[in-house]
Structures are given as structure tokens and as C-alpha cells.
């Protein structure tokens, strides 16, 4: 029997951004990561990672303005073995990086989103795929008050970014 055009036989043909989107959520949680002054600069670096079987992870990273913008980038590795230590070797060089829970690491993420929506502004494009790599935002992730905003009001820092 002859195979139809397209169709895929094998999960080696999905695509990374497939595979995220319909199975990342069915991996074991791994390591979470955040910058350690994210309260004091208003800027969270956030590395979210998921175990594959083989020993491989597939991971996001999420550049997160605690002071007004959100989500303002995104990406991912998928399947890597040694990209997620690389990355965070360099981001560590900037700022030291430290290992949080993942509900602590979900809340600013996705606090950071709806704080950021109520002054109409929308998470980076790809955050429509990393977001895969999160757990639904519902009640079975704990919920962490953060404190998003300056002083408790939206503040947009203009100059030179460090990240």
C-alpha cells in the first residue's frame, strides 16, 4: 500500500515548532532558571527546560520586563544535549543565573503577559510556541504574587539595555 503525499510516518518529520506546540507538555519539567537581580533591574531572565527520554532537553528561554512590556523575547533548543548548559555558561557571564522551582519561574512569565496586555501590549511573536513549553496557566500551577511595575505603576526604562 503506497503512502499518501505529505503524510507523515514517523515522529522524526514533525518539526521542532509541531512537536512543541502538541507534546512538549507531556515531558517531564526540568531545571528552571531566572537572573538573580530580576526584582531589583525589572528584567527576569527565565530558562524553562523539559527531559526527553534520551537525555536530551528542549528548552525556552524568556526575556521578561517586570516593569510594563512582558514577554519581550522569546526562544527555544529543541532536543539538545549541550545547548542549554552553553547558553546558560554565557548568560551567567552576564549575570549570575539560579535554579528556581517552576512555579516560580510560570507565575512571572505568565503574570508578566497579562500585566503587559492591560496597557495593550503583546508577548514576542514566539511566545506563541514557547508557551508550549510552559504548563497551562490554571489552578493546578501554584499561584506566587509578584509585584510587576515600578513603585506599583508601569514604567518603561529608555537607554541601553544589558541584555
Known sequence: MGKNKGEKTNQSNISPENYIKT????????????????????????????????????????????????????????????????????????????????????????????????FGFKPHKDFGITQYLLEQDDDRVELIEIEFGLNGKPAILVGKERH
Not at 552553553?86 to 539560579?98: N, P
Request: hydrophobic content about 40%.
Open 23 to 118: 507534546r512538549a507538555r507531556n515531558l517531564p519539567i526540568g531545571k528552571c532558571y531566572i537572573n538573580e537581580t530580576w526584582e531589583t533591574i525589572g528584567f527576569a531572565t527565565i530558562v524553562v527546560s523539559r527531559n526527553h527520554t534520551n537525555g536530551n532537553s528542549t528548552f525556552a528561554l524568556f526575556l521578561v520586563d517586570t516593569y510594563c512590556l512582558g514577554v519581550k523575547d522569546t526562544f527555544f533548543g529543541f532536543n539538545q544535549y549541550a545547548e542549554l548548559d552553553e547558553i546558560l555558561g554565557k548568560l551567567d557571564v552576564k549575570e549570575k543565573m539560579i535554579e528556581v522551582e517552576y512555579p516560580l519561574a510560570h507565575n512571572i512569565i505568565y503574570g508578566g503577559v497579562e500585566y503587559a496586555a492591560g
